[in-house]
């Protein structure tokens, strides 16, 4: 397992992606297309950058990539592809969801945000769900109808009834276990495509 994780970690460094996360999103991208050129990205627990710069990439000099993160970080530039725009705030005050609000509509809303871990899973499912559960509510108050949300939840009793609440507002619903997250790791993705608006 840990010749695997080296893979991802050198194959980040060598790409100069900040962190290997990157791959969870690129393996989704690869398969289901949920980014497209043009597309305005709203990039929830955006911290190191990763996702970000890969969806600039992806989205292409005409979208647009906006980033929010309780950390400071450094705006990426990444050559031919989208501006991005980090915002240092928590997504439980108001007035940040304002600002993310007058930056959108948004195609795509990803979230890679995790809380910190106890070592207690339940508590830290619990945890997880709550902050997946509001990603999804900030996804339902931006996203243009059609558009598309993918957010890292941790396994647990209330995970299906989460996959449920995704399936009621998307067209499509779908659960991804990319390659590149740890096998022993609990965290698992879930894609909602075509949002019903």
């Known amino acids: 397992m840990k010749k695997v994780q080296d893979y991802y970690f050198h194959k980040a460094r060598k790409e100069k992606y900040p962190a290997r996360s990157v791959y969870k999103l690129e393996e989704a991208q690869k398969k289901y297309r949920l980014l497209k050129p043009g597309n305005s990205v709203l990039d929830l627990g955006c911290h190191p950058g990763s996702w970000a710069m890969y969806a600039a990439k992806i989205v292409g000099s005409k979208g647009n990539v906006v980033g929010?993160?309780?950390q400071a970080s450094s705006q990426p530039e990444v050559k031919g592809?989208?501006?991005?725009?980090?915002?240092?705030?928590?997504?439980?005050d108001p007035e940040v969801i304002e600002i993310l609000a007058?930056?959108?509509?948004?195609?795509?809303?990803?979230?890679?945000m995790a809380p910190k871990t106890t070592g207690n899973k339940f508590s830290d499912?619990?945890?997880?769900?709550e902050l997946s559960q509001h990603a999804l509510e900030i996804a339902s108050q931006v996203l243009i109808p059609g558009g598309n949300f993918y957010c890292k939840v941790f396994q647990g009793e209330d995970f299906q009834a989460f996959v449920a609440e995704v399936g009621k507002l998307f067209g499509k619903s779908k659960i991804v276990k990319p390659k590149s997250s740890r096998s022993e790791s609990r965290e698992i993705f879930v894609l909602g495509t075509g949002y019903k608006g």
């Open 102 to 112: 007058a930056k959108g509509p948004f195609h795509v809303v990803m979230s890679d």
């Open 68 to 70: 929010v993160d309780l």
């Open 125 to 129: 499912h619990v945890r997880s769900v």
């Open 81 to 92: 592809g989208a501006p991005i725009s980090f915002l240092q705030g928590d997504i439980y």
